[in-house]
């Protein structure tokens, strides 16, 4: 009789040790806390230990943490500033994540849910082995990520399985998962690279490749990458350049993209939807677009943003920054971290130039840049009568992209290769200028690319043919030249 007193004694001390969350209560625990650092629960701190019941409000502090240790042998944490509640209906326990960052584990036979802003997540262990899943929430939107086991999302209408390794976003409720189609590679120059979402491992990214939500896109050394979107949109990426398109709805036209490094050029349909969004942000910046081009040049602490066409609106990425600046076409703004945008001011068409073929990723360059000098048209010299005219043709007209403009044309046109498909931006100008200095060196550079002409008609494997007349097709207003078609 004197044991079971003393158990009831100790029974009664420990329960008051532990407390519970929000007072006395006659409904059963769902479970105790495990804790580190600040730990709330219904307002009031919690140490380790504390008995947990249905509805409970849990939060945590910053640099705190807490595990979540429920009878059904589920265990969820919750990382800093979250906040989690518990609740029961008529399927037993669950979970709900209101902020933060929480990873659950579920070992045991019942199921562990997850109640989300219209939607409920279901982990299972499988094959006995124990579930895992990883879940951000912010507002009416979350981030769902699948580690093992078995994980469902459960909405209104319809549900989602998500496989192992698989990441879903959730936008009120609404399923929006990683792995979803965004658009296509159109035009690129080697070398790129892709991430898809939930792989460590990068793999090369080529024309006509698809690119999907949360795919995260790396162009290295000189490589560059033309993105067509499914709404219409074209997204160039310059060299040495990281983006990633976190969200592509062509039929609501809500776009999100993320820019952590380099130049990306856009060319943005125009929205006219209700709600419609295509907004980008880079580490110091938010740049909101409406039927726009633009170029961004994103650094680690700075964002520089230049507007070619339509409106920009430019604010810092921290809410807590007030101050946005609206961009119109030949207008340039900047962001530093921690600062408010700069006012607006014109942006000089020579770095705009520069801006334009830093991002051309092979594409016939737009007439809509011309002003800009965006790498001019490549143009076919037409054939010349005699010998030196049979040595001319079709093969010059995409193969000079080896021009060196320091010496002489011909010296130039030595290193081209027949047949190539672009000529890089300065050269084929700083040609043109250096052929038109004087009426003498026109004349002496045209005689060598003469000469040279005849020596590629008699060995036309090795250099190709067609570059007699290649002074006068550059030329300003030289003779006997055509654009390409």
């Known amino acids: 009789m004197a044991g079971r007193g003393v158990s009831a004694l100790v029974f009664l001390l420990s329960m008051s040790t532990l407390g519970w969350a929000a007072g006395p209560t006659t409904s059963r625990p769902m479970g105790y806390l495990a804790t580190r650092g600040e730990v709330r629960v219904g307002g009031h701190a919690a140490l380790s230990g504390t008995t947990v019941f249905a509805g409970d409000v849990i939060s945590t502090g910053r640099g705190s943490s807490v595990e979540v240790r429920l009878q059904s042998g589920t265990i969820a944490t919750l990382s800093e500033n979250g906040e989690l509640s518990l609740d029961t209906d008529s399927l037993g326990q669950a979970l709900r994540l209101s902020q933060g960052v929480v990873s659950v584990r579920n070992a045991g036979d019942q199921q562990a849910r997850l109640l989300l802003p219209n939607a409920t997540l279901v982990i299972e262990s499988e094959g006995g082995f124990p579930a895992l899943c990883r879940v951000a929430a912010s507002g009416r939107v979350a981030q769902i990520f699948a580690d093992r086991g078995r994980v469902e999302v459960r909405g209104r209408s319809k549900s989602h399985r998500l496989l192992p390794g698989k990441s879903l976003r959730l936008e009120a409720g609404m399923p929006q998962a ?78 999100e993209i993320e820019l952590q490094l380099g130049k990306l050029r856009g060319q943005v349909v125009k929205l006219s939807k209700p709600g419609a969004s295509f907004q980008v942000k880079t580490n110091t910046a938010v740049i909101g677009v409406v039927g726009t081009i ?83 048209h490549l143009q076919r010299p037409v054939p010349p009568a005699g010998a030196a005219g049979q040595a001319t043709g079709t093969g010059v007209s995409g193969g000079i992209t080896g021009i060196n403009a320091v010496g002489t044309v011909a010296a130039g046109v030595s290193t081209g290769l027949a047949g190539a498909g672009v000529v890089k931006a300065g050269s084929a100008k700083d040609a043109a200028n250096a052929a038109a200095n004087t009426a003498g060196q026109a004349q002496d550079a045209a005689n060598t690319a003469n000469d040279a002409a005849t020596s590629a008609g008699n060995t036309a494997t090795a250099f190709g043919t067609g570059v007699s007349t290649f002074i006068q097709s550059i030329s300003p207003g030289g003779p006997g030249c055509a654009c390409l078609p």
């Open 178 to 255: 990683a792995g979803q189609p965004a658009g296509k590679v159109a035009n690129a120059i080697p070398d790129e690279t892709v991430q898809r979402s939930g792989q460590t491992a990068q793999a090369p990214l080529k024309v006509n490749d698809g690119v999907l939500w949360e795919d995260t896109v790396r162009t290295l050394g000189n490589g560059r990458m033309r993105i067509a979107l499914e709404d219409g949109s074209l997204i160039n990426i310059g060299a040495r350049s990281v983006m990633r398109i976190t969200k592509h709805d062509a039929a609501s036209q809500q776009t």
């Open 294 to 376: 633009l170029i961004i040049d994103a650094l680690p602490n700075l964002t520089h943003v230049r507007c070619l066409e339509g409106m920009v609106n430019v604010k810092n990425l921290n809410p807590a920054i007030a101050g946005e600046t609206t961009l119109h076409a030949g207008e340039q703004s900047h962001v530093g971290a921690g600062q408010a945008p700069a006012p607006a001011a014109p942006s000089p068409p020579a770095e705009i130039s520069s801006d334009l073929n830093l991002t051309n990723a092979g594409e016939t360059p737009s007439p809509q840049f011309a002003k800009f000098g965006e790498m001019g």
